[in-house]
């Protein structure tokens, strides 16, 4: 039986994707990102699944830095699912929701509200948290605070709270990529087709970086190699200096994309592959 990390505590929405895709396994919150990673690494649990960008408020730069800088683990999996944000609030302040002055959540849960907190909840102050259940937790030990949390709505049957606003994310089709994490590359337990394949790779430019990054793209265009995301994050060895996050949409294959790695280095770049693997949609229901 495969035990599954997660960002807890229970009901997050990281929570949410483990046990629509993993209906039957033991799975284990941990309070941050890095906790989960580092559980994997120290054979705690046998996958985690963190979140990794969401499709408002774009990446969770802790999940990707922890990956780069301190934890390499490979990318086995990836599960897209989607994201209701709900105002959370204990039954004491249900009627009293618009005077909440204070907002616990997430950073990218915040994020995603910004514009329902601006016209409604002006005055309300933020409060981020690891994740969206802990401020739930949180909202549900502090009955006689103005506090609201930002969450689903499972996480309010969880801690006993009341919804007093549904759905205030700003925009539709929100969703969130979550990544599961192995401690080498395997294959999951999951007995359904995925919906698809990616490759991710993370490429450093050479010193000289005179058109590297029109080189780097030309090496995938023109072997037809279609990138769905290239993202720069710092390096941390100074300002102006990055390294580049790329998602392939195939598999990786025995030619193609490893033909446009050999060709890269060629060019002094540094490639590393941070997985290549099936993802799967959670159905909206
Ligand atoms: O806090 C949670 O519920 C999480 O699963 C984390 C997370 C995230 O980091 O993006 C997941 C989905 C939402 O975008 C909000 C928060």
Redo the contacts with the bound molecule.
Sequence with gaps: MQTIGY?GPK???????VTAIFPNAESVPYNT?PQCIDAVRDGEVDLAVV?L??A??GS?NL?IDYLIHECSLPIVGEIV?P?E?HLLVHPQQADAWKNIERIY?????IA?CHKFLHRHLKRASYEY???????AKYVSEHPHEKAAAI??RL?AKEYGLAIAKENIHDYDY?H?R?IILHQQPCELPIDHEPDGYKTTLMITLPKDQAGALHQVLSAFAWRKLNLTKIESRPAKTGLGNYFFIIDIDQKLDDVLIPGAIAELEALDCAVQVLGSYPYYTVKQK
């Design positions: 960002l009901a997050t929405f990281t929570h949410l994707a990102i979140p960008e969401n408002l408020e969770v999940t699912a994201i944000q959540s997430h950073s990218h849960a995603q948290m690891a994740s969206t259940s802990a401020a969450g689903n996480a929100n969130t979550f």
